[in-house]
C-alpha cells in the first residue's frame, strides 16, 4: 500500500491524510495481485509538481501513478523490454562494452527490484537497481503519448549497466542521481563481485544524444572507512535545483566523510580505472581511531573542593581559546550554524571532567559537564626536548587529582609523566627521575598543563594510578606486579616493591588508605598508622587474585594472600566500600540470615568466628584507622563470581566470605557508585552486552539492561579498555568513530538539563522576532523594545528577493499538496470547476475551519407547492422527505458527492444545494467573527510577552543569540 503522511510543524506530529493509491486498481491493470508485494520505494515525477508517483514493487513493477486525476499514466516491467538493448560496463574503454540484439534471459523475466531513483531533472528517465547486481535507465519520457504510439517507441526504452561481469554480484542497495547539461553522476554502492573491497563507485554518464545512445565515461571507487551506513548530496546553494557539490558518506559506526564534487571531478579526469580521492573527514570532537583511543577516564570536581573556581577559570578561558582559534584560521568544515546550550555556570553545583589517552601519547582533556563537550586541553607526548625514551608509547593509564588538578599519565613503556593545570611562577623545571637519580631541567614558560615530573622506574606497562593522601601521594601499578609509590611535592621515589614470583601478574586494582596524624615512627603494627603522618595501606589486586597489603611509609608488605575462587578465573576489580554506616556495617552482615538463591545467583553467608589460620597476621587494635579497616568491606570481582569480603579478616589472613555469588555470564567490566549517602550501587557489564545493577552490600539484582537496547552496540573486546564512569553514575563508551554517555540515575538528568543540549532552531528567538517585526517604529518606542533586538530582527527578516520568491512558491506547491492529497482517491471535486477558479482569489467557502462544521436550518422554511411531487431526487440528494425538510449534518464534499452520484440536475436539488451552502456561509462567518476576535486579543498578549522578551535578551551575551 502507497499512504500519504504530512508532517505538521506547528503540532509537530506526523499526520495520516485520507489519500491512498489504490492497489485494486494497479492490480487490475497488470493483471496481477499485489497483495503480498512489498513496495521499494515511491519517487515524485519532478515535472508534476508532486501530483505523479512513481511506484517501484518489489517485483520489478514499475506504476507512474497521476493522484490528481486518479489514474495509471504508465506501466513499466521487464515484459515491456524489447529485443534492443545495450549493456554498459563501467569503463569505457574495456572490451566488454557491446550492443545485443538477443532476447532476454529467462531469469531476467522477473527481477526483483532493489533501489530506484531519478536519472533525468523533468522525471523523464529513471535509473533502476536490482537485486542480481544490474543496473537499468527506463525512458519514461512516453508517459504522455497516446498508447499506440507508446507501443512503437518502447524499443529503445531500456540501457542495462553493469559494473562486474562476475557471475554473482552485490545487489544495488544505493543509487543516487546528480544530473549536468550531458547527463549526470551516479552514485553506486553495489553492484561488484560479491566479496570484493567494499567501496562506494561513482559513474560519470552521457545520454546528451538519448537514451539509446548512453555512454559511461568514467568511473572512479571510493574507499569507504568502515561499513557502509548511508550517502547524501547536497549542495552549497540550496535554492538551486539538482545541483550538487558535496558528497558525504556515513559508515558504521558513525564515521562522516566529506567529498567535494570538484576534487571528484578532477579525480575522474585522470581517467584511472581504480582511481581513489581523499576525503574531508568530519572534524570529530572526540577522536576514537585517529588517532587511536587507548584508555579513559571520567572524574567529578564538586562545589566544596577548593580546587573547583580555578578548574571553572580553566574551562571558561579554554571556551574562548577555541572560539578565538576559529575566528583565525576559519572552519573548513561546511557545516556551520545552530544555537549553543546554555552556558557554563558558575554557579553549577559540579563539574565533569572528561580525559583520553591514545596510542601516539597524547592525551586530551574535555568539559563534559554539559552535554556539548568542549576540548580543553591537547596535551603531546613530547616533553620539551628531554629524552625519556619511547616519547610516543601508547597511554595505558591515567590518574587525575580533583584537589591538587595534577594528571599522571602512565603509557606502556613504564614512563609516568606528572602534570599540573594550574602553572605558577614557581613552575619553571622539570625532574626526570630514573632508578640511577634525579635530572632537572629548565622548562619553557607558556599556557597550559606544565610537566613537573617524568618518572622512568620500570621498563613494564604502567596498568593502573591512583592519587592518595589528598594528591600528595601517587601509587603506580606495574604489568609484572610491582608498585611504586611516589611523593608529589619533591618528586621522589618513596619505594618500589619486590618483584616476587607469586605477585608476578598485572596489577587490575588499587585502593589506598592514609591515616591524618602528625606522628613519624616505622609501621609495626595496623594500629600505630593513626599514629604516624602520612601513612597507610595500599591494598592491590592482581589479575591471578592475588591480594597484597602494602605499607605506605617502608614498602613491606603487611598482608600477601591468594583468594580462592569457586572457579578459577581472571580478576576483574576490587571495590573498597566504606562500612562506616549502619547498613554497611559488617557485623550486621555477618548477623543476618542467608539469602535465597535466585537465577543465576548463589548467596551465601559464613561466620567470620572461625580461628585466624596465619598467626604472623598484623592484627588491628581499637584505633581510629583499626575502626576504618574493621567497617570497611571489600569486593572482589570475578569473570564468573562476586565476593565480599570483611577487609579487617582478609588482612588478618581469612579466607571466608560474607557473600558470595555465581555469575551465570562472563563479567568483563564493573564500577560502583552512590545513590545517595547510604546507598551503593554495583554495576556489572557482561561480555554479551547486558547490563546488570545489583545492591551493595546484599548483591541483590536492581535491574537489568543491554547495550544492545539502549545504543543498538554489540560489545566489542577493545572497547572494555575505554570505558569509564563517574561516581555519580554516569558511564561513557567508545564504539568505532562514536563516543556515548548514559547515565543510570534519574536525578542526573538535573546535571544534563535538557536545555544544555545544542540545538538548530531557537523556538524563542524566532518568535520575538516575528513578533518584534510585527511592531511598528513608534510602537517599539512606546512599548520599550530594545533598537538593537530590532535591528537583529530585521537581519533575520530581510533576505534575497529570488530566495523569498523560491521560498513562496515552495509554500504554495505544499498547500497544492495538502489539497490534493486531502481527499480519498474518486472523491475530489471536478477539476474544472477547480480550473475556472482565480488561483489567487479567496473565498469564503475555501476556508478551513478547525472544528467540524454542522449544516443547520431555520426552524421554519416555506416550500413551493409545486416541488412536493418531487421528493423523489430530493429524497436522493437529502435523504429526507419530510414536511419541514431540515438538512441533515453533512459536509459540503459529502452533499456534491451525492449530487454527482444521482445525476439529476432538477432546479429543486440545485436550490436545495444552494440553500444549504447558504447556511455553511452563514455558520463560517460566525466562526470568523469569533475566531478574528480571538486572535486581536492573542496578538495584544504576544506583542506584550515579545517586548518583555527582548529586555532578557538585552541581557544574553552574542553567542547565547
Known amino acids: 500500500m502507497v499512504y500519504v503522511l504530512m508532517f505538521d510543524s506547528e503540532d509537530r506530529k506526523i499526520k495520516i491524510l485520507p489519500y491512498y493509491v489504490p492497489t485494486n486498481v494497479i492490480s487490475e491493470a497488470v493483471g496481477m495481485s499485489l497483495d503480498h508485494v512489498s513496495v521499494v520505494r515511491v519517487l515524485h515525477q519532478p515535472s508534476s509538481n508532486g501530483k505523479r508517483l512513481l511506484i517501484a514493487y518489489e517485483n520489478g513493477l514499475m506504476v507512474l501513478w497521476d493522484a490528481s486525476e486518479d489514474r495509471i499514466v504508465l506501466i ?31 531469469e531476467e523475466e522477473d527481477k526483483e527490484i532493489s533501489s530506484v531513483s531519478w536519472a533525468s531533472n523533468d522525471g523523464s528517465v529513471v535509473v533502476v537497481g536490482y537485486v542480481d547486481g544490474d543496473i537499468m535507465f527506463w525512458d519514461l519520457s512516453t508517459a504522455d503519448f497516446p498508447p499506440d504510439q507508446q507501443v512503437e517507441r518502447l524499443s529503445n526504452n531500456v540501457v542495462k549497466l553493469q559494473l562486474s561481469s562476475a557471475d554473482r554480484r552485490l545487489p544495488i542497495i544505493v543509487l543516487h542521481w546528480c544530473a549536468n547539461n550531458s547527463g549526470g553522476k551516479l552514485f553506486v554502492y553495489g553492484g ?73 571531478s578532477s579525480t575522474i579526469s585522470q581517467q584511472e580505472k581504480k582511481a581513489s580521492v581523499p576525503p574531508v573527514l568530519y572534524p570529530i570532537l572526540i577522536p576514537t581511531l585517529e588517532p587511536h583511543m587507548t584508555t579513559a577516564r571520567l572524574d567529578v570536581v564538586c562545589q566544596d573542593v577548593k580546587s573547583f573556581r580555578a578548574l571553572f577559570e580553566i574551562l571558561v578561558a579554554a571556551k574562548h581559546r577555541s572560539i578565538q582559534n576559529k575566528k583565525s584560521i576559519g572552519i573548513k568544515w561546511p557545516l556551520t550554524g545552530g544555537v549553543l546550550g546554555q552556558p557554563f555556570k558558575e554557579n553549577h553545583p559540579i563539574i565533569q571532567v572528561y580525559i583520553a589517552g591514545y596510542q601516539d601519547g597524547s592525551v586530551r582533556i574535555w568539559d563534559a559537564t554539559y552535554p556539548a563537550f568542549s576540548l580543553v586541553y591537547d596535551i603531546k607526548s613530547e616533553v620539551n626536548d628531554i629524552n625519556i625514551g619511547n616519547a610516543s608509547a601508547p597511554v595505558s593509564a591515567l590518574g587525575f587529582c580533583p584537589d591538587t588538578l595534577h594528571l599522571a599519565v602512565g603509557d606502556e613503556s613504564g614512563v609516568v609523566r606528572l602534570y599540573g593545570l594550574i602553572r605558577s611562577s614557581d613552575d619553571s623545571t622539570l625532574h626526570f627521575v630514573t632508578e640511577n637519580g634525579t635530572e632537572v631541567h629548565n622548562t619553557h614558560k607558556g599556557d597550559g598543563p606544565h610537566c613537573k615530573a617524568v618518572f622512568s622506574l620500570q621498563n613494564s606497562a604502567v596498568y593502573s594510578l591512583q592519587f592518595a593522601n589528598f594528591g600528595g601521594k601517587l601509587v603506580v601499578g606495574y604489568e609484572h606486579g ?61 589479575r591471578d587474585e592475588h591480594f597484597v597489603a602494602i605499607d605506605t611509609m617502608t614498602g613491606n608488605m603487611a598482608c600477601s594472600r591468594t583468594m580462592s575462587p569457586s572457579v578459577k578465573s581472571n580478576v576483574i576489580s576490587m571495590h573498597i566500600i566504606d562500612g562506616s554506616t549502619s547498613d554497611l556495617s559488617a557485623e550486621k552482615l555477618t548477623s543476618t540470615s542467608p539469602q535465597k538463591s535466585d537465577s543465576g545467583m548463589q548467596a551465601n553467608i559464613q561466620s567470620e568466628n572461625a580461628q585466624v589460620e596465619d598467626e604472623s597476621a598484623v592484627t588491628v587494635e581499637n584505633s581510629y584507622f583499626g575502626q576504618i579497616i574493621s567497617n570497611s568491606l571489600i569486593l572482589l570481582c570475578y569473570e564468573n563470581e562476586l565476593s565480599l569480603h570483611s577487609l579487617n579478616f582478609v588482612i588478618e589472613g581469612s579466607s571466608k566470605y560474607i557473600r558470595k555469588v555465581n555469575l551465570v555470564q562472563r563479567c568483563c567490566w564493573t564500577t560502583t557508585f552512590k545513590k545517595d549517602e547510604k546507598e551503593c550501587v554495583l554495576v556489572l557489564l557482561y561480555q554479551s552486552g547486558d547490563i546488570e545493577l545489583r545492591s551493595l552490600p546484599a548483591l541483590e539484582v536492581l535491574g537489568e539492561s543491554s547495550l544492545m537496547s539502549i545504543l543498538r552496540w554489540n560489545l566489542e573486546t577493545n572497547m572494555v579498555k575505554t570505558i569509564c564512569s563517574s561516581s555519580n553514575g554516569k558511564i561513557i563508551l567508545v564504539n568505532g568513530n562514536e563516543t556515548a554517555c548514559i547515565s543510570l540515575l534519574n536525578c542526573e538528568n538535573e546535571f544534563w538539563t535538557p536545555e544544555s543540549f545544542p540545538c538548530l532552531h531557537d523556538e524563542v528567538l524566532a518568535a520575538a522576532v516575528d513578533a518584534t517585526a510585527s511592531l511598528s517604529p513608534k510602537q517599539n518606542e512606546r512599548k520599550g523594545a530594545s533598537s538593537i533586538f530590532v535591528n537583529i530582527a530585521k537581519n533575520f ?111 429543486s436539488a440545485a436550490a436545495a444545494l444552494a440553500r444549504d451552502k447558504l447556511v455553511e456561509r452563514q455558520e463560517k462567518l460566525q466562526i470568523l467573527n469569533e475566531r478574528t476576535e480571538e486572535l486581536q486579543n492573542g496578538a495584544q498578549d504576544f506583542a506584550s510577552m515579545a517586548t518583555e522578551l527582548a529586555k532578557r535578551m538585552e541581557n544574553r551575551k552574542w553567542w547565547q543569540l
Open 76 to 106: 513499466r516491467g521487464h515484459k515491456d523490454i524489447k529485443l534492443k538493448r545495450k549493456i554498459v560496463t563501467s569503463y569505457p574503454n574495456d572490451s566488454r562494452v557491446q550492443l545485443s540484439d538477443d532476447k532476454l534471459d529467462h
Open 192 to 264: 561488484h563481485e560479491i566479496g570484493s573491497e567494499e567501496v562506494l563507485t561513482v559513474l560519470s554518464i552521457d545520454w546528451s544524444c538519448g537514451i539509446e545512445n548512453l555512454k559511461c565515461t568514467d568511473c572512479i571507487d571510493v574507499t569507504l572507512h568502515g561499513s557502509f551506513a548511508d550517502m547524501t548530496l547536497l549542495s552549497t546553494d540550496c535554492h538551486t535545483e539538482g545541483a550538487c557539490n558535496m558528497l558525504f558518506i556515513l559508515t558504521s559506526p558513525g564515521q562522516l566523510d566529506l567529498y567535494d564534487n570538484d576534487c571528484l
Open 482 to 542: 610491582q608498585v611504586a609509590m611516589l611523593d608529589i611535592s619533591s618528586s621522589s621515589v618513596l619505594f618500589v616493591t619486590k618483584t616476587e614470583s607469586n605477585t608476578s601478574s598485572a596489577v587490575v586494582s588499587m585502593h589506598a588508605n592514609f591515616s591524618d596524624s602528625s606522628l613519624n615512627k616505622p609501621l609495626e603494627s595496623v594500629s600505630d598508622i593513626s599514629e604516624n603522618p602520612g601513612m597507610g595501606l595500599v591494598y592491590v589486586m592482581t
Open 797 to 907: 527578516k530581510a533576505g534575497n528577493a529570488d530566495q523569498n520568491a523560491n521560498q513562496s512558491v515552495h509554500t504554495n506547491r505544499l498547500e497544492n499538496l495538502k489539497q490534493l492529497f486531502s481527499s480519498p482517491p474518486f472523491l475530489k471535486s471536478s477539476s474544472s470547476t477547480v480550473d475556472k477558479q482565480d488561483p489567487f482569489a479567496i473565498d469564503i467557502d475555501d476556508i478551513q475551519i478547525d472544528e467540524p462544521v454542522v449544516f443547520s436550518s431555520p426552524q421554519k422554511i416555506d416550500i413551493d407547492k409545486r416541488d412536493k411531487g418531487k421528493g423523489t431526487d430530493r429524497q436522493k440528494l437529502l435523504e429526507e422527505a419530510s414536511s419541514d425538510l431540515k438538512p441533515k449534518a453533512r459536509t459540503a464534499e459529502e452533499i456534491k458527492a451525492k449530487y454527482r452520484k444521482t445525476g439529476t440536475g432538477d432546479a
